[in-house]
């Protein structure tokens, strides 16, 4: 274990998460094992659900505060007066999760009508949420949820229409800090079951060298295309997007390597981080293992995990894809070319092609009935066993015993099939065994033990920040605030539809520029997303619309999570990489968009073509136009395809993209037409410039 802290300026701000280690001295220890305690309980309730559900929610908020306030206080007491405070914090929030597990019966039959202790617990409870959500975040999330609670609680003296019947002073802390409308709601529900678990799904294959093979690919399929190092950052940071749905943890990851990369091969330093910033966000995106608020969206809309990530998966090609044409758009804008040397992408596959098993094995039980929460822990085992494998099996003295050991452990974990998880949990039993006696073994065993300990650290903004919207959506179900919302939006919407999605886009990113994804998602879909599927849009696609626009705001300044997070690593002011990340994640913009005027882009029924090509044909159409939408839209803003773009081209390109993506009568075929035509018309004119250069 490491107790290594970071330079006081690292310390003011924890939105990117904690610095290396766990502070320093005895309590760096204290903080160390409740982590490790955290996360053994999350992964025993996860495969074995032996408590209620609620008692599981308030032992899991109760392991975020403890281990919030202890960490804030580690790395930030001044004294031992503060460093005790923060402990004693945490210690009662801790206490209060465990008051959710004793009296469980009794607050079911108390319900509607609390004691005063339950009162006394029930403000604690938010106040210890508010303030540690303040001390890791900041306070614009804190203030937001603040002024729901006091509509909550003074509703009644709000102008029309916002004017409520009022409620006693019991019954809202009733609805926040019991039961399952309020902090211990869905999405504290999703934290202490999915969201943790694909946390240290993610860690474990980081720590077994998925990185490097990413990277390693990356760099063998693109780094000698025009403008390489960009392309492999976005290819790269796509990958990674595959196993973590975190983007500010892929920017300082894989951003390490790409940013500086990119910045040697010419590019601006602003454009360099604002290239890693784009690709890194789009991994909420990206299935399988997609952002924490997938899981809200599923548990929300009471639909398999396996739809979401359905609906999910041609939006994540394609901005991708917008990210890679923006750059090569602009490397040949500037004349950047590729890289002389890179590793074969062949033989990065050969030597570590068996890290992709566990993924491959969570997307077949993804899609193949098995319930997300098994699907991860057993893709967390798989990961573990491979670790652990490889430790155990370094020290064989010949090919053919590896080879024989690695068949032999692939049929014991493949018979999970049949005999559920025990096993693959035997396996690493055994394997653990054999390397407290195998040279290099105990390091490994302490690589998967700091994993353990680093994901519950990990956890914990995500956490915190799904236990204080369950404020806002308490207040919102107590006080009908969002049928009131909902109903303005369907009120514009119905003189036009477009309206409603600009107000609901703008509504994500002001929200977004302030607080995480998850509360921005959260808060936009329970205020816009009921509204838009009344206006006829699929709720998938609606409640898709709230998300992809709630990650938008990630790259906007004056926040910019991403971009902030990259700006260290770049050496570059966060607002300009902010702004070039809008930029190239302008072509991307167009997606959502497309999807709701075109459901079948994210496999969803209802399309308008369907009725003339079918399902898949109108699946097909709307992948390609939507391409070819944010083609002409990406040359419009860089201002380069063959050549440098004239401003009517520019202009044109990006009218025909609106035209494709919009639905107005003939508005494909003019769009496309108008799009072809301005593209042969700038190829002859490029061609023709090319000629009288060359002569």
């Known amino acids: 274990m490491t107790a290594t802290t970071s330079s006081p300026s690292a310390l003011d701000s924890f939105e990117h998460g904690f610095p290396t280690g766990f502070g320093k001295g005895a309590m760096a220890l204290v903080a160390f094992s409740i982590a490790l305690v955290f996360s053994t309980f999350q992964i025993f309730v996860s495969a074995w659900p032996i408590l209620p559900s609620l008692a599981i929610r308030g032992i899991h908020v109760g392991f975020l505060l403890l281990l919030s306030f202890g960490l804030i206080a580690n790395f930030r007491s001044r004294s031992r007066f503060e460093l005790m405070t923060g402990w004693a914090l945490g210690v009662i929030g801790f206490g209060i999760g465990l008051y959710q597990w004793i009296e469980h019966d009794a607050l079911i039959l108390r319900a509607g009508d609390l004691d005063t202790r339950d009162v006394v617990v029930g403000v604690a409870l938010i106040v210890l949420v508010f303030e540690a959500c303040r001390r890791l975040m900041g306070p614009a999330l804190p203030i937001m949820c603040g002024i729901c609670l006091v509509y909550a609680f003074g509703g009644q003296w709000f102008p029309e229409p916002l004017t409520t019947r009022g409620y006693g002073f019991s019954q809202v802390i009733d609805q926040m800090s019991f039961g399952t409308e309020g902090i211990y709601g869905v999405p504290v529900n999703v934290s202490a079951t999915y969201i943790f678990l694909f946390i240290l799904f993610g860690s474990f294959l980081e720590k077994a060298g998925m990185i490097h093979l990413f990277t390693d690919v990356s760099l063998g399929l693109f780094g000698k295309a025009r403008g390489g190092p960009a392309k492999v950052a976005v ?50 995106i990206m299935p399988p293992v997609m952002g924490a608020a997938a899981f809200i969206m599923a548990e929300t809309l009471d639909v398999p995990y396996s739809a979401v990530v359905t609906a999910a998966v041609l939006p994540a090609i394609l901005y991708f894809a917008s990210a890679y044409w923006m750059v090569h758009l602009e490397a040949g804008k500037h004349g950047l070319s590729g890289m ?8 990065a596959l050969k030597a570590r092609w068996y890290l992709a098993l566990p993924l491959a094995a969570l997307i077949f039980m993804l899609f193949h009935g098995f319930t997300p929460l098994f699907a991860g ?85 995500v956490g915190i920040a799904c236990a204080i919207v369950g404020t806002i959506i308490g207040t919102f179900t107590l006080t009908g605030l969002g049928t009131t919302f909902g109903t303005w939006v369907v009120g514009i919407g119905k003189s036009s539809l477009f309206l409603s999605l600009i107000l609901t886009m703008v509504l994500s990113i002001i929200l977004g520029t302030g607080i995480p994804t998850i509360p921005t998602y959260i808060i936009v879909a329970a205020l816009a997303a009921p509204a838009m599927a009344s206006l006829g849009v699929p709720l998938i696609v609606a409640h898709m619309f ?43 913009y167009v997606i959502p968009y497309a999807a709701v005027y075109a459901p079948a882009l994210m496999m969803q029924s209802g399309d308008p073509m369907a009725v003339h090509l079918g399902f898949w044909g109108a699946v097909v159409f709307a992948f390609v136009k939507t391409a070819i939408a944010m083609g002409l839209f990406g040359a419009g803003l860089i201002g380069w395809l063959f050549g440098p773009l004239a401003l009517w081209e520019r202009g044109g390109m990006l009218v025909a993209a609106v035209a494709i993506v919009g639905r107005f009568e003939w508005s494909d075929p003019i769009g496309l037409g108008a799009g072809a035509a301005l593209v042969a018309l700038h190829w002859w004119r490029s061609r023709g410039a090319a000629v009288s250069a060359s002569g």
Request: glycine share 12%.
């Open 546 to 588: 709230a998300f992809y626009f709630g990650i938008m705001a990630d790259l906007s300044p004056p926040v910019a999570l991403a971009a902030l997070a990259a700006a260290p690593i770049a050496r570059e002011k966060p607002d300009k990489i902010g702004l070039e990340a809008m930029r190239i994640a302008g072509a991307g």
């Open 340 to 347: 002389t040397e890179v590793p074969s992408a062949l033989a």
């Open 377 to 461: 822990t057993l893709g967390l085992a798989l990961t573990v066993v491979l670790i652990l494998g490889a430790g155990a099996s370094a020290g064989l003295p010949a090919t053919w015993m590896r080879a024989v050991f690695w068949i032999g452990l692939g049929l014991v974990t493949a018979s999970f099939l049949k005999f559920g998880m025990m096993p693959v949990v035997g396996a690493i039993v055994v394997l653990a065994v054999v390397l407290l006696f195998v040279r290099g073994g105990r390091e490994t065993l302490l690589l998967c033990r700091d994993s353990f300990a680093d994901s519950a650290k990990t956890a914990l903004s």
């Open 235 to 284: 290819f790269s940071s796509g990958l990674m997007g595959t196993i973590s749905g975190s983007g500010v943890a892929n920017v300082v990851t894989v951003g390490q390597f790409t940013i500086p990369l990119m910045i040697r091969f010419g590019y601006r330093r602003a454009f360099a981080a604002g290239v890693e910033a784009t690709a890194s966000m789009g991994g909420q």
